[in-house]
């Protein structure tokens, strides 16, 4: 266990791409151990394009980055599963695997990020079920589950190696509101044991209902609640 205060993630003068098109540029900002910060801004503003930076499905070409003590700029290829590891990334499409059950998704990342031995599996995964509320869908199929249900997997999934920060991408965006907000409860719950969340979302009731600081994606540049007085109007 680390017990350094460093951030979780921070970015210095960074440029965010999608291929050679910049989507954003100066980005500056730090989430701290433990913080909550949702990401907003319209459609096509750069929310994905700067969480896939954060969790090395975009290259960080320009600027400086560290997650969960990576630096991103001099990440190699085979150390992404690594950095995956330290960070749990759930969105908003459930993608879960159909074709076996709950228990079965969860014992194959399990397995796939060194957990070799089955009785830990077995343990871990009942750990995050119960986490999560869904003790007992441990032998369902995914199509058996309530949409709300399968996010709660995706939750319990992304929670399996103990991440230091979520990035949640949309993460209630299929969901109705009443099953949108037990998801955020659950957000809040993780997040209180000391897991930091970066959640990107359109869902202006959430943040109302739960404020936290905000960081907005806005003419190519990303604006910070904590740092800029901006005005967060529904829609945005
Ligand atoms: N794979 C891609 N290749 C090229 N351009 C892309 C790709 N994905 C997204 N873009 C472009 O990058 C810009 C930012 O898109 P991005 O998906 O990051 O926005 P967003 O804020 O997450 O939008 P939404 O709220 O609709 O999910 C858009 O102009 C989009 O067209």
Not at 126 to 154: C, F, I, W, Y
Not at 164 to 169: N, Q
Request: proline content about 3%.
């Amino acid at each position: 266990m680390s017990f350094s205060s460093s951030p979780v993630v921070s970015l210095r003068d960074v440029t965010i791409y999608q291929d050679v098109n910049t989507i954003l540029s100066n980005v500056n900002f730090d989430v701290e151990k433990g913080e909550f910060v949702y990401l907003v801004g319209r459609t096509g503003s750069g929310k994905s394009s700067l969480l896939k930076t954060l969790y090395a499905d975009l290259p960080l070409l320009s600027g400086t980055a560290a997650v969960a003590e990576f630096q991103l700029s001099k990440l190699r290829r085979k150390q992404v599963p690594y950095l995956r590891r330290k960070v749990g990334i759930i969105f908003q499409d459930f993608q879960l695997l159909s074709d076996r059950t709950v228990a079965d998704n969860l014992s194959f990342v399990l397995r796939a990020t060194g957990w070799s031995e089955k009785s830990k599996r077995k343990q871990r995964i009942t750990e995050v079920l119960m986490r999560v509320g869904l003790d007992a869908a441990a032998n369902k199929m995914p199509h058996q589950l309530s949409g709300g249900e399968q996010q709660r997997v995706v939750v319990a999934r992304a929670l399996l190696n103990e991440p230091v920060i979520l990035f949640a991408d949309e993460p209630t965006g299929n969901l109705d509101p009443v099953v949108a907000d037990g998801i955020m409860k659950l957000f809040q719950e993780i997040n209180n044991q000391g897991t930091a969340v970066l959640m990107a979302t359109h869902n202006y009731e959430i943040i109302q209902r739960y404020p936290k600081r905000v960081l907005k994606c806005e003419s190519g540049r990303v604006l910070d609640s904590k740092v800029e007085e901006f005005n967060l109007v529904n829609g945005y």
